[in-house]
C-alpha cells in the first residue's frame, strides 16, 4: 500500500463502488420471467434496450432533474401573463427518452397482444430512476381511450401516443407530439368529485365550452391539454381543455402557484383558476366519470407499477451497498440477521411486480376477453391498495440497510422514502380502493367470481393458502358482504392470497417463503423476522444479480 502523502488524514476505502451503470432488464428475473409470462415477450428487445439506458444514462440525468424543482413563470419581464413552467435540462432529456422509447405511447402505437404488458414493463423501469416524470408519462398514456370517445379528437389522440416530445409552449397542431395532463379536484371535493363546483357553459359550437372555476390540483401544467371534470347542465361532465384555443390564442386559465410537494420535486403540480377557458366536451353530459373510468383504471395501474418500481430500487440500493461494504469483518450482506432483513425485501419486492405485471395482462386481454375484463376491475383496486400501502415501510427499511449513507441524499434512498407515499395517495387513497372493491363485489358480482377462479389455480398447492381462499371465498361469491369498517383487512387479506397464488402457479423461488410468513403468518411486524430454517442465500440471490 502507497504511504499516505503528509497532509492526507486518510484513506478512502471500504465504501461501495457507484451504482450506475446497471442493467436494470437483465438485473431484474422476476421481471423478465412476468413479461413473458403475461404476453410481452415478443417486446423483450425493446425493454432490454431501455432498461439499459434507464440504469445508466437516465439514473445520471435524473439527480439534477429531481433537484432543482420546476420554477413558475406568470408573467414575462414586461409584464404578460406567460404561466410558464421552467424545468432543468435534464427534465426534459429524460422525458425525450421515454416518449421516443415508448413509455407513454407503445400500447396504443403498437397494438397487439402483450403491448400493454411490456409498456408497463417500460414504465416499471423508468420509475426506478425518475419517478416525477413518471406522472405527465403516466396521464399522456391513460388519456387516449379517453380521447377516442371524441371522434373530433382524433389528431390529438394521434400526437399524445407519437414518439416525439416537443416542450415548447406554442398551439398543439404545430408540434409532432404533445402531452396531457389532468384536473380532477378542488378545493371542497376531494376525491369527492361530484362535489365539483367549476361551472361548464356551451357555447354555439358543438362541444364547445366555456368554464368559470378551479382546479386544487392541475398536475403536469406544462401539458399541451388537459382533461378536466366540471359541472354542465347535464351534470358533472368531461372535458378536455388546451393549453392554446384552436384559433391560436392561449387559453384563459392562470396558474396560481405550484404545490410545495413532500416529494414528486422534479413534477410540477400546480393550483388554476379558470376564466372563461375554452374547452371540448368529451362524452355525453353527466357522463364525466363514466368516460373517464379508463384513465383511471390504467392511471391505478401505472401507481401499482411505481410502487413496486420504487421498492425495487430501493432493493437493488440496499442489496447493492452490503454486498460491498465490510463490517466486524466480514461483508455485510454475510451477517446473519442482515441477510434476513434482504431475504425478507427481495420476496416482498418480487410479490409486488408478479402481481402488477398480472394485472397489466388482464388490462391488455380486457377489450376482448370478459373474464380477465372482470379481473381488472377488481385487481387493480385491490393490487393499488396493497402495493403502494407497502412501498414506504419497504423504502426505510432498506434505507436502514445503508446506514446513515442511506439518509444523505446521493444515495437516492431518500428521494424513494418522499417519493413512495404518493403512489398510495394519488387516483385514490387506500380508502377509496378499499371502497371501490367492495362496491365492485356487490354491483359487479361478476369481478369477485374473476378473483375466485385467480385464486382457486393455485389450489392442492399449499395447505395455508387453501385455508384462506376457503375464508375469502363467501365474500368472493357474494353470500356475504364485509361490513365497510373490516373493508381494509378483507383487501388486505385478498392482495395477500392474490400474490401467494401468483407465485405459486408460476413456481417462483419465492413462493412457500411468502406463503409461509404472509398467509401462515409465521413472520413479525417488521421486514427481517423470517424463520431460522429458510434458505436465505436463494432468496437473496433471486433478487439480487449484482
Not at 416542450?167 to 397542431?173: A, S
Not at 404518493?422 to 365492485?440: F, Y
Amino acid at each position: 500500500m502507497d504511504p499516505l502523502p503528509p497532509f492526507a488524514t486518510h484513506r478512502v476505502e471500504n465504501q461501495p463502488p457507484e451504482f450506475a451503470p446497471r442493467d436494470l432488464w437483465q438485473d431484474d428475473a422476476a421481471l423478465r420471467e412476468a413479461v413473458v409470462r403475461e404476453g410481452g415477450g415478443d417486446f423483450a428487445e425493446t425493454l432490454a434496450t431501455y432498461g439499459a439506458l434507464a440504469g445508466d444514462e437516465l439514473y445520471r440525468l435524473s439527480f439534477d432533474a429531481h433537484r432543482d424543482r420546476p420554477r413558475l413563470r406568470t408573467h414575462d419581464r414586461f409584464g404578460n401573463r406567460i404561466d410558464l413552467v421552467e424545468f432543468h435540462p435534464n427534465y426534459h432529456r429524460i422525458m425525450q427518452a421515454a416518449i421516443e422509447h415508448g413509455v407513454a405511447g407503445l400500447s396504443w402505437t403498437q397494438p397487439r397482444p402483450g403491448a400493454h404488458v411490456a409498456r408497463a414493463a417500460l414504465s416499471y423501469l423508468h420509475h426506478q430512476v425518475e419517478p416525477g416524470t413518471s406522472c405527465p408519462l403516466t396521464m399522456t398514456h391513460a388519456a387516449v381511450p379517453v380521447l377516442r370517445h371524441a371522434p373530433d379528437l382524433v389528431g390529438r389522440e394521434g400526437k399524445a401516443t407519437s414518439p416525439f416530445y416537443d416542450p415548447r409552449d406554442i398551439v398543439g397542431d404545430q408540434k409532432l407530439g404533445i402531452t396531457i395532463g389532468m384536473g380532477m379536484t378542488e378545493k371542497q371535493g376531494g376525491s369527492d368529485v361530484r362535489a365539483n363546483r367549476t361551472v361548464a357553459t356551451a357555447l354555439s359550437g358543438e362541444n364547445e365550452y366555456r368554464l368559470v372555476g378551479h382546479k386544487w390540483f392541475f398536475s403536469a401544467p406544462m401539458s399541451d391539454a388537459f382533461l378536466v371534470l366540471a359541472q354542465a347542465t347535464g351534470g358533472l361532465t368531461c372535458f378536455l381543455l388546451p393549453r392554446w384555443t384552436p384559433d391560436g390564442q392561449k387559453n384563459a386559465f392562470a396558474l396560481m402557484r405550484l404545490k410545495d410537494k413532500l416529494g414528486d420535486w422534479s413534477n410540477a403540480s400546480s393550483e388554476v383558476e379558470f376564466m372563461d377557458a375554452w374547452a371540448y366536451r368529451i362524452g355525453d353530459e353527466g357522463r364525466g366519470v363514466a368516460t373517464i373510468i379508463e384513465m383511471v383504471m390504467l392511471t391505478r395501474l401505472d401507481c401499482m407499477l411505481g410502487a413496486a418500481a420504487e421498492m425495487r430500487m430501493a432493493l437493488a440500493q440496499a442489496m447493492h451497498h452490503t454486498h460491498h461494504r465490510m463490517t466486524f469483518g466480514k461483508r455485510l450482506a454475510e451477517h446473519a440477521l442482515m441477510r434476513n432483513v434482504l431475504a425478507d425485501l427481495a420476496i416482498e419486492a418480487e410479490a409486488a411486480i408478479v402481481l402488477a405485471m398480472r394485472v397489466a395482462r388482464a388490462v391488455d386481454r380486457a377489450p376482448y376477453d370478459p373474464q380477465e375484463a372482470a379481473f381488472a376491475r377488481i385487481a387493480t383496486a385491490v393490487g393499488k391498495y396493497w402495493v403502494c400501502r407497502r412501498a414506504p415501510g419497504f423504502v426505510n427499511e432498506a434505507q436502514e440497510c445503508l446506514g446513515g449513507a442511506g439518509y444523505v441524499e446521493e444515495s437516492l434512498l431518500p428521494r424513494l422514502y418522499r417519493q413512495a407515499p404518493l403512489n398510495s395517495i394519488w387516483e385514490g387513497s387506500g380508502n377509496i380502493q378499499c371502497l371501490d372493491v367492495l362496491r365492485a363485489l356487490q354491483r359487479e358480482p361478476h369481478t369477485g367470481r374473476a378473483l375466485l377462479a385467480e385464486l382457486e389455480a393455485a389450489q392442492n398447492v399449499d395447505p395455508d393458502l387453501d385455508t384462506e381462499i376457503a375464508e375469502l371465498r363467501p365474500v368472493l361469491e357474494g353470500l356475504t358482504v364485509p361490513d365497510e369498517v373490516e373493508a381494509r383487512r378483507w383487501v388486505e387479506a385478498l392482495a395477500l392470497a392474490l400474490q401467494a397464488s401468483l407465485l405459486l402457479r408460476n413456481d417462483s423461488p419465492m413462493a412457500a417463503a411468502f406463503c409461509s410468513t404472509r398467509i401462515a403468518g409465521d413472520h413479525g411486524n417488521a421486514y427481517g423476522t423470517l424463520p431460522r430454517d429458510f434458505e436465505l442465500g436463494s432468496l437473496i440471490g433471486r433478487g439480487w444479480n449484482g
